[in-house]
Structures are given as structure tokens and as C-alpha cells.
């Protein structure tokens, strides 16, 4: 009789915590998982997704389950992104004119506004360069963002290929950046490993491979 009674505590105890696992998970998380949708990044706080390929990117935090459109001034949307966060980071691509723009974004999902709008290399000094001899159509083929907004980059070649060969860049905007000069340049080589960029765990530095050898810089 015993053995029944403490069974039957048992049973209703984890019954109870499952009960209150299942409430204490935001339902407005479901939202962010709209059905036919493709992710590019998520963590624990949120997802950044896109719709169809080329489509439109959004980012949609779990706590409140509302999507922030990404790509409303792109042609095409994101095809890479990174999440940390409130902060999140994605490629685009804008045409305007006789030539495009490849850009990295950074959005804070919280206040719901674009933080940062910058060209992927130097060959473009700022994401809002319309000078004609200025086309910047590389493409953006790893990314990570900091907890602060920071972000650093891979770009390589010409947007949508990184054949063996083409140029590299690896790339940085943080608390250094600034307009007037754009990201800064750290390292570039046909040799660097494309999709090598590597954030450590407290994301003060980041990393990338570079002709066998993996090399790291700040970010701040």
C-alpha cells in the first residue's frame, strides 16, 4: 500500500513538472517557426529565417513571437546570418542602376531597427556608396555577431560563387568602426579558408584559417 501511495505521489509530481516545463516556454515561440521557412542562425533567444531562397529575411525573438523583416531595401535576400542575442547579421544584395551591392546588415531585434549597413569589403568604404566605379558583388560566406552588436566576416569573390582561387577578405566592424571609413580589413588572400570564421565563447576574439594556419584577431 505504500509502494502505491509514493508511486502515486511520484507520478503526480512529474506530471506537475511537465505541466510547468510546458508554461514556462514562451508560446509566442511558435511563431517564429512559420511553416516553409529555412533557418540561417538561432540561439536561445531567437531565429533568423528566411522564406524562400533569394526571398525575404526576417528575425523573430521568442519572447514576444513577432517577425522584424530584414531585406525591404534588398533585391535579394539574405543568404547567410548570425544571431547573438538581440544583435543579428545578415548579407543582402541591393541593384540599383548599372551595378549592385552586397552589404552586412546588423539589426537590433529588440528595438527593431537596422544598427549598421555596411559594403562586405573596403573596395566599397560604406553600405550607402552609389559612386558608379564602386561595385561591391562579393560574396559574404561566413559570419559572426557579438552580444554587442559587433561582427566580423568572410567575403569572397563575386556573389552566389567563391571558386578556388578568387580573393578573400576577412572583415570587422565593432566598437572601433566608423562611417566615414568602413569596416576594417584584416586579412586578404585566395588562401583563407572560406567558411573558416570561428567566434570564441566570451566573443572577444574571433578566428579563420588561412593556408593551413588559423589566425585571430579582437573584437571589441
Known amino acids: 500500500m505504500r509502494l502505491s501511495i509514493a508511486t502515486g505521489a511520484l507520478l503526480s509530481l512529474l506530471s506537475l513538472a511537465s505541466m510547468l516545463s510546458a508554461e514556462a516556454e514562451p508560446r509566442s515561440s ?5 511553416p516553409g521557412t529555412t533557418t540561417l542562425a538561432a540561439d536561445r533567444t531567437g531565429r533568423v529565417y528566411v522564406a524562400e531562397h533569394g526571398g525575404p529575411g526576417y528575425a523573430c ?7 522584424l523583416l530584414l531585406t525591404d531595401d534588398f533585391d535579394d535576400g539574405p543568404t547567410i546570418g548570425a544571431i547573438a542575442g538581440r544583435f543579428v ?9 548599372p551595378g549592385c551591392y552586397v552589404y552586412v546588415d546588423v539589426f537590433d531585434s529588440l528595438l527593431r531597427k ?7 569589403t573596403r573596395r566599397c568604404r560604406d553600405g550607402g556608396d552609389t559612386n558608379e566605379d564602386c561595385f561591391d558583388e562579393a560574396d559574404v560566406t561566413s559570419i559572426a555577431v557579438k ?12 556573389y552566389d560563387s567563391c571558386d578556388a582561387g ?3 577578405w576577412v572583415m570587422r566592424a565593432d566598437s572601433r568602426y566608423r562611417r566615414s571609413r568602413g569596416p576594417a580589413e584584416l586579412d586578404r588572400s585566395p588562401g583563407i579558408l572560406e567558411r573558416s570564421l570561428r567566434l570564441s565563447r566570451d566573443g572577444r576574439s574571433f578566428s579563420w584559417v588561412k593556408r593551413g594556419r588559423r589566425y585571430s584577431a579582437g573584437l571589441r
Do not use: L, Q, T, Y
Request: aromatic share 6%; glycine share 14%.
Open 166 to 168: 578568387e580573393e578573400r
Open 114 to 120: 537596422r544598427v549598421r549597413g555596411m559594403s562586405v
Open 30 to 34: 511558435h511563431a517564429c517557426f512559420p
Open 61 to 67: 525573438r521568442f519572447a514576444d513571437g513577432r517577425p
Open 147 to 158: 552580444r554587442n552588436g559587433s561582427v566580423a566576416w568572410i567575403a569572397c569573390g563575386n
Open 89 to 97: 547579421a545578415v548579407n543582402g544584395r541591393s541593384c540599383e542602376g
